[in-house]
């Protein structure tokens, strides 16, 4: 299952049940230590002025995690409670293993809600090379499948009530969604479940596209249509795509049910060419690596841009959902009103594309050992965490083993440029790599990691804040970019075009943000191979940043294009105006109206997309692409018949070691017109020497500065060991955890009845552990009135009354909407304190005077 998202991707269940089973749920439980830094602003954050252990250990708190592949959920619990395993990182939402969870004392848990499920697409068509029909290459047919779900069904038949139905590109438990409530509720009545539309939209449809209904089946070209169907068999995805295939069955399709598991689907719907038609949909599921707070990214799950994978690049959207999915992405909006403006145009276009149909979010949990501690993300769980590496150990205990069971491994190849994007990869991935800034797990907000501090200066009309303190936010009237930033890479000569050749009038950007590294780093931060980073680093990791997507270079790859061109679209230079310390700015018209975000893509900091990467380890790899032997990402390898690049395991090795020594004996050095400023011949020879004796004794060219180093790779026994990394420089208690995440739980009430036409009110009460939430620590309180047809009528703001109080007042102009019958007001409360808003629905009758 591709679970990992870059932009990443809590909590409500008819409406506010989910999140107070959720709460509760949390509190009796042996919960793991939430996680926060130890230095500097708190705010967002209940945490002590201390942390809790002393130590003097450096890197990870154990000394090796070893990683094997459960499919199952049941399974796992029983190795379990066997002493077989310690945790199974997975987001599991079976409520007969929560239950069993539940009632184990010798077993903890911890919950999350960034996880969903949804039905993906092949967009090739209308007819596959052979001459059979793709009805989904029909944007209106994909359109009106959203018909043919029942979602509440999925949830509580399915899933056993862990879960929310999911209609829009919007995360259910994350601001936006509550930001759009509104917006979105008008999309779930609109695409409620109706199978009569569904059949009569897709006849219609059909039929235009030369195809008709003999005896109920539907045939192309005298023979049936077909639908492929690749249905994951590791959890409730298999029920959900045995639902579907039924209901398509129901209206006519013949469906071909293929049951996979991730290791089986994955070369089918990621890498196979769509025009050969090997599946028409995929059960997919997702989860988000942070609690975002802005989720303009997510409708690049639309986009060629997106990834750079066959499906992918099969796409043709709108060009108008194109056009403004782009303005969000950029932020190209002067303030909340214009976005809320493009989210009303997008969410509707989104919809019609339906390149991907949204079923559920989910409500997960993850079990392990009661004695086990790890960080969580309230969004990612453990194995999509950034923080899990950092905070992993026994109670009370340094040093030891952790086994961890996940439900794969080795999905798909590792290659930091492009490699596996599967969260089953991602999870050991990460114990080796470290950014420059770390996701706060409740916030959504972002910590420095390796960076020292930041500073952002905005364009005075543009709506930003910044909580944490480490931080420095500005305004000033206008951003002018310096002539000699770079701002566009020149592929042929292998030279940076400045700001001042791309923009010879000059330019201006709406943001700057300037990245401070500490004065040590060049001392203390190495590679896993003992080689200390060097500025080379940073300057190749911006290279690659455009090279693979420019034609005239040696490793030019078409499916990096896009994401390169819509990059340029709003990036302005970039420029090292220090090289010791090292300081970077960067000059952007994207931005995200918490400053902190704008450090997650700017800080320059050599973890690349799909993991970590020094200049001389991604150099061989550049070679052995150049050279046509293997190519960084699958899109190439397939189109060049060659393998997709590896860097622990497989045919590459040999290859990418002959690189090496070729490398070696030559001096090579990538992009040397550019790098030779940055790398000094000494350092290329000692970089090459370091890797080759790295990969005499592990096996294999996979480098990072993260806090554990891959000690062991066997795929075909489906394990590897991370073990720790002894010259990792934090101290391993940075990251130790503290109080449990503030998620609010809210109480309604209010008249049985309210009069049409009659002013009526009701209180909203606001806890935390059963106390008044402090008025300071919320955002916004504010309602929904909806009508006995369901028909929104009404919105507005709560009145604080007191902590943990507020009224709403239902103005008569707006009760007079309501309609005779069951009615209901939902409340949504957004807390300062965690990225999850709170949903309380409170349901009344509505009579007539």
Not at 14 to 38: F, H, K, R, Y
Not at 263 to 286: K, L, N, V
Request: glycine letters at 8%.
């Amino acid at each position: 299952m591709k679970r990992n998202i870059l932009l990443s991707l809590l909590a409500l269940l008819i409406v506010a049940s989910m999140v107070l089973t959720a709460c509760g749920a949390e509190t009796e439980a042996t919960e793991a230590p939430d996680v926060q830094p130890t230095e500097g602003d708190t705010t967002g954050s209940d945490v002590t002025a201390e942390p809790v252990v002393h130590s003097t250990r450096t890197g990870g708190w154990v000394d090796e995690i070893v990683f094997t592949s459960i499919d199952q959920a049941e399974a796992a619990v029983i190795q379990l409670q066997a002493d077989e395993i310690d945790i199974y990182a997975y987001t599991v939402n079976d409520p007969n293993v929560f239950r069993t969870v539940q009632d184990d004392p010798s077993l903890a848990y911890s919950r999350s809600y960034g996880s969903y499920d949804a039905f993906l697409f092949n967009p090739y068509g209308p007819e596959f090379a052979d001459g059979r029909l793709n009805p989904f290459s029909n944007p209106k047919i994909r359109e009106a499948t959203n018909w043919l779900l029942n979602r509440d069904y999925v949830v509580q038949e399915i899933v056993g009530g862990l879960g929310v139905s999911r209609f829009t590109s919007l995360t259910t438990a994350f601001p936006d969604y509550a930001r759009y409530a509104d917006i979105c509720r008008g999309l779930e009545a609109y695409y409620a479940y109706d199978p009569e539309q569904a059949a009569e939209v897709i006849t219609a449809e059909m039929e235009a596209m030369g195809a008709e209904l003999v005896d109920g089946v539907w045939n192309y070209g005298g023979q049936p249509v077909v639908i492929i169907g690749i249905i994951r068999t590791e959890d409730e995805r298999t029920q959900i795509g045995d639902y579907f295939s039924t209901q398509l069955e129901n209206i006519g399709f013949t469906v071909d049910r293929q049951y996979k598991n991730r290791s089986e689907a994955g070369p089918i719907w990621i890498s196979s060419d769509p025009a050969e038609g090997q599946w028409h949909f995929y059960t997919a599921g997702w989860i988000n690596n942070y609690v975002a707070r802005d989720e303009g990214l997510s409708f690049q799950v639309f986009m060629p841009r997106y990834d750079t994978s066959p499906t992918w690049q099969a796409l043709t959207p709108d060009p108008a959902f194109d056009a403004v999915s782009l303005r969000i992405e950029t932020n190209a909006y002067a303030n909340a009103e214009e976005r809320r403006d493009l989210f009303e145009q997008v969410l509707p276009l989104s919809m019609q594309d339906s390149f991907q149909v949204y079923v559920i979010d989910t409500a997960s949990f993850t079990p392990r050992d009661a004695n086990l501690e790890v960080g969580y993300d309230l969004a990612a769980g453990v194995a999509g965490a950034q923080i899990w590496p950092y905070t992993i150990r026994w109670s009370g205990q340094e040093g030891g083993t952790v086994r961890v069971a996940q439900p794969g491994l080795f999905v798909q190849p590792w290659n930091p440029v492009a490699g596996s994007n599967w969260v089953y990869d991602a999870m050991p991935q990460r114990a080796t790599q470290e950014p420059g800034v770390m996701w706060d797990p409740y916030t959504g907000l972002m910590w420095p990691l390796r960076i020292e501090r930041g500073e952002v200066v905005a364009q005075e009309d543009l709506t930003m804040t910044a909580t944490l303190d480490w931080v420095d936010l500005s305004f000033v009237p206008q951003i002018d970019v310096p002539a000699d930033a770079w701002s566009d890479w020149d592929a042929a000569n292998q030279r940076w075009i400045t700001v001042g050749e791309r923009f010879p009038e000059g330019t201006t950007s709406l943001v700057k943000i300037t990245t401070y590294y500490p004065a040590d780093m060049w001392d203390t931060v190495t590679w896993h191979d003992g080689s200390p980073i060097t500025v080379g680093d940073f300057v190749m990791y911006m290279i690659m940043n455009f090279d693979p997507g420019k034609p005239e270079s040696p490793i030019y790859d078409a499916s990096f294009a896009p994401t390169v061109e819509a990059f340029l679209t709003h990036f302005k230079g970039v420029r090292i105006i220090s090289t010791d310390p090292l300081v970077i700015e960067t000059y952007e018209d994207q931005y995200f109206t918490d400053a902190e975000l704008n450090f997650n893509l700017n800080t320059w900091y050599p973890s690349y997309g799909f993991g970590p990467g020094a200049w001389h380890n991604i150099g061989i790899g550049i070679t052995a692409e150049s050279d046509g032997l293997l190519a960084f990402s699958t899109d190439k390898a397939t189109a060049n018949n060659v393998d997709w690049m590896s860097f622990i395991s497989g045919p590459s090795m040999e290859i990418l070691s002959g690189q090496l020594d070729l490398a070696l004996a030559d001096g090579f050095l990538p992009f040397a017109p550019t790098m030779g400023e940055f790398v000094t011949t000494d350092e290329i020879t000692a970089r090459y020497e370091n890797l080759q004796a790295f990969y005499a004794e592990w096996g294999h060219f996979w480098i990072g500065t993260g806090p554990y180093f891959l000690s062991a790779v066997y795929p075909v026994e489906m394990t590897l060991t991370v073990s720790r990394y002894e010259a990792y420089p934090d101290l391993a208690e940075r990251w130790s955890g503290f109080g449990a995440p503030k998620i609010a739980v809210a109480d309604v009430t209010g008249p049985a009845q309210v009069i049409i036409g009659e002013e009526a009110l009701f209180d909203v009460y606001v806890t935390f552990d059963d106390a008044p939430y402090p008025a300071a620590e919320i955002a916004n309180v504010s309602f929904l009135a909806f009508n006995a047809q369901g028909v929104l009528i009404g919105s507005g703001d709560a009145v604080l009354v007191a902590d943990g109080e507020y009224q709403i007042t239902l103005p008569a102009d707006v009760s007079s909407q309501l309609t005779a019958g069951g009615s209901k007001i939902e409340v949504i409360i957004v807390s300062n304190m965690v990225g999850l808003p709170t949903f309380a629905t409170y349901e009344f009758v509505a009579v007539a005077p």
